[in-house]
């Protein structure tokens, strides 16, 4: 149940983000559903491998390259879903950042915790 919340979390983070970002378009829930789906799957599958292959240039900009990693990831998900577009390289940072920030807050607030026995 926790994951589905999650999902709806996040597309209504891409609801927003396409209200208040200028560049960040979102045509409805169902691309924003799909688009929250696709990222968790690109961040799973793909990243890990980019990761890897970029971990020197992250190493010598101290993890700063992580941030791009991300946009590519959102990038990504924008060129795979149907209804989800995002402009430039500066909004793809941005939006990065805040869906990022709305995934921590979500695992932050829905995190168990462990009973000390």
Request: aromatic share 8%; charged share 10%; glycine share 8%.
């Amino acid at each position: 149940m926790n994951t589905l919340l999650y999902f709806v979390v996040m597309a209504a983070a891409f609801m927003g983000l396409s209200q208040v970002l200028p560049g960040f378009r979102v045509t409805g829930w169902v691309p924003a559903l799909f688009g929250a789906v696709v990222l968790a799957a690109v961040n799973a599958i793909v990243k890990p491998i980019l990761f890897v292959l970029t971990l020197p240039l992250t190493l010598v900009t101290l993890g700063l390259f992580l941030l791009v990693l991300n946009a590519l990831m959102l990038q990504l998900t924008a060129w795979i879903v149907p209804g989800l577009r995002v402009g430039g390289l500066g909004t793809t940072i941005i939006a990065a950042l805040i869906l990022s920030a709305v995934g921590m807050v979500w695992k932050s607030a829905t995190k168990e915790s462990k009973a000390k026995d």
